[in-house]
Nanobody, 123 residues
Framework: QVQLRESGGGLVEAGGSLRLSCVAS????????IGWLRQAPGKGREFVGG????????EFGDSVLGRFTIDRDNAHDTVYLHMNSLKPEDTAVYSC????????????????WGQGTQVTVSS
């Protein structure tokens, strides 16, 4: 049974950086891609970025392109979201999600979800 757990959120000033982690336990062949999605207060879920477990494909949302990046550890059980040049509009609950094969941009395409971690960026 796949379990996802995010960590690393917190309060940061605009222009600062944070690294979020997503640990995937119980992963098998049915889970081969991890996406990061966020939900700001009063907003819908927005695709942030994603990576397949092989590390051969990366995708990012337009609003974070050039500021955020993604990698994973050698065991392929942890995915990191590196957030740089943070802006107040990046404030949101960030969740990692897993699915089979390929990263997708729409939240409904994912099968497994973590509980989310809060990121707050002050002006």
């Amino acid at each position: 049974q796949v379990q996802l757990r995010e960590s690393g959120g917190g309060l940061v000033e605009a222009g600062g950086s944070l690294r979020l982690s997503c640990v995937a336990s119980g992963r098998d062949f049915s889970v081969s891609a991890i996406g990061w999605l966020r939900q700001a207060p009063g907003k819908g879920r927005e695709f942030v970025g994603g990576i397949n477990w092989a590390g051969s494909a990366l995708e990012f949302g337009d609003s974070v392109l050039g500021r955020f990046t993604i990698d994973r550890d050698n065991a392929h059980d942890t995915v990191y979201l590196h957030m740089n040049s943070l802006k107040p509009e990046d404030t949101a609950v960030y969740s990692c999600a897993a699915r089979n094969r390929y990263v997708q941009r729409m939240a409904r395409e994912y099968d497994y979800w973590g509980q989310g971690t809060q990121v707050t960026v002050s002006s």
